[in-house]
């Protein structure tokens, strides 16, 4: 399980790269892996407004749908079509390629409510 | 809650790596290296199954024919021994109380194969039929069931056997030997490809099991976990009990009335069977695939002009393929090929339109 150490983690397994003002959203590594093949992804409009722990998407795999949760509320500002043509890139490279959307941040304090890279590990090793 | 129970190969799914989840009240692996490659491997190559959680029931005696007439819908008179027959059995409703394989193993004793989450249920509706004279007893937990399935099947399993394997006709069985192990070999499967399962005393399991995978390499084979078996079904559009087969739901509902004779005499659910035949169905069994962006799941509505016409049973993307299809009951009025539905996906509904059954059918 790959947990990079300079991303943000959520309990619902997204993770967050922290650019300026915008925050880059996607889902672990553990995420992607618990969920086996992804074969479908549904990802929000640019210019939609996402709020903290709302739904802003879906992925699912050949057996299951899963919700994608908004780790921190503002604007999305860009989203990676890339991978709703091609939906095993998020289980090829879940913090690179597979990437899901990048929001402009309205209240960057949310950030202190996500996990360090050793704490998201330590929720996973405990089974949480 | 009770404990998960483990077939005789679970340490040897846990060493290849499986993923295993809780079905019909079995830790089962779900998938080795992931569906998608496991089902490709199925379709071009061969896949080795562990299906020892499938139920097993032995009835024996003069009057087992006879019981089992009684209690299913198919006609056992068309076997002899060495066949199989695949078949539901009925409620008096007409729902489905579980759907199975009956082999005719000699004159007088017969073996039903049933669903791992039906064992007890079926083994008890079984037993109420039952007659003095005859016997009838749960075998399946000293019975391991493996299945090998795909194109080169039959070439990977004949290194194991002096048996002909070509003159095992499709539903048929011989008994032999595999790799030194006493085998029932059968010609079935649940996959759309050409295959066999092997039934044997469970202490056989690994020996069998490391034998086969043994003789596969160099052919491509690899064990296959539950999550491809059921995209290889769904494909096939074969029914699974708890998906298109319920309690409540009729064969002739899901269109197995080629399975329902009712002209050999009484059977249980026969009436109410006949009745639904000559009205027709309230709901038909169709097959569906998406316009739309999105998967159709279980359980998800189906509408027609915002109205609710249907449920899904079954649904994914389907691998071989490449599209996203489901299975679903759909109002007898709406079920021609080519009509435009809508199924509603997380509160939206997105298009979706009737295409022909099975949406895979393998060449030959």
């Known amino acids: ?128 | 809650m009770s404990e998960l129970k483990r077939t005789p190969l679970y340490d040897e799914h846990l060493a290849a790596g499986a993923k295993m989840v809780e079905f019909g009240g079995w830790l089962m692996p779900v998938q080795y290296e992931g569906i998608l490659k496991e089902h490709e491997t199925v379709r071009s190559a061969a896949g080795l199954f562990d299906v020892s959680h499938m139920g097993e029931i032995q009835i024996t005696g003069p009057g087992a024919r006879e019981l089992i007439q009684s209690i299913i819908t198919n006609d056992v008179n068309r076997l002899t021994p060495g066949a199989a027959l695949y078949t539901p059995m009925c409620h008096p409703t007409g729902g489905t109380v579980d759907d199975l394989l009956v082999y005719q193993l000699e004159e007088n004793q017969y073996l039903l194969v049933v669903n791992a989450a039906n064992i007890e249920k079926d083994y008890n509706w079984v037993k109420v039929y039952a007659n003095e004279g005859v016997e009838v007893k749960n075998v399946s937990d000293v019975t391991c069931q493996l299945a090998l399935q795909g194109p080169r099947a039959i070439k990977i399993l004949q290194k194991l056997t002096s048996v002909d394997l070509n003159e095992i006709k499709h539903f048929h069985f011989v008994y032999g030997l595999v790799e030194g192990i006493n085998c029932l070999i059968s010609r079935t499967g649940y996959t759309g490809e050409d295959g066999f399962e092997l039934y044997f005393p469970a202490e056989h399991a690994r020996l069998l099991w490391r034998a086969i995978l043994a003789a596969g390499q160099g052919e491509g084979i690899k064990p296959v976990g539950l999550g491809a078996r059921d995209t290889l079904r769904f494909e096939a559009c074969l029914a699974l009990y708890g998906h298109e087969l319920t309690d409540s739901v009729s064969p002739v509902m899901a269109g197995l009335g080629w399975t329902v004779k009712f002209n050999k005499g009484d059977f249980v659910g026969r009436e109410a069977l006949l009745q639904q035949k000559e009205t027709g169905p309230s709901h038909k069994l169709v097959g569906l695939e998406m316009i739309d962006r999105g998967i159709p799941r279980q359980g998800y509505t189906i509408s027609k002009d915002g109205q609710e016409v249907g449920w899904i049973t079954s649904g994914t993307f389907a691998p071989s393929i490449g599209k996203n299809l489901g299975l679903g009951y759909v109002a007898a009025q709406w079920v021609a090929v080519g009509t435009e539905l809508d199924i509603m996906v997380r509160g939206k509904a997105l298009k979706a339109k009737i295409v022909p059954k099975p949406f895979y059918k393998r060449e030959g």
């Not at chain 1, 309990?11 to 590594?29: L, Q, Y």
């Not at chain 1, 996402?50 to 998407?57: A, I, K, P, Q, R």
């Open chain 1, 1 to 128: 399980m790959k947990v990079p150490a300079d991303l943000k983690y959520s309990k619902e397994h997204e993770w967050v790269k922290v650019d300026g003002n915008r925050a880059i959203v996607g889902i672990t590594d553990f995420a992607q892996e618990s969920l086996g093949d992804i074969v479908f992804v549904e990802l929000p409009s640019v210019g939609d407004t996402v709020e903290v722990d709302d739904t802003f998407g879906v992925v699912e795999s050949v057996k299951t749908a899963s919700d994608l949760y908004v780790p921190v509320s503002g604007e999305v500002v860009e989203v990676n079509n890339e991978v709703i043509d091609s939906p095993e890139l998020v289980n090829q490279d879940p913090y690179g390629k597979g990437w899901m959307m990048v929001v402009e941040m309205s209240d960057p304090s949310q950030l202190d409510n996500l996990m360090s890279a050793e704490e998201y590990k330590a929720m996973v090793e405990e089974g949480n």
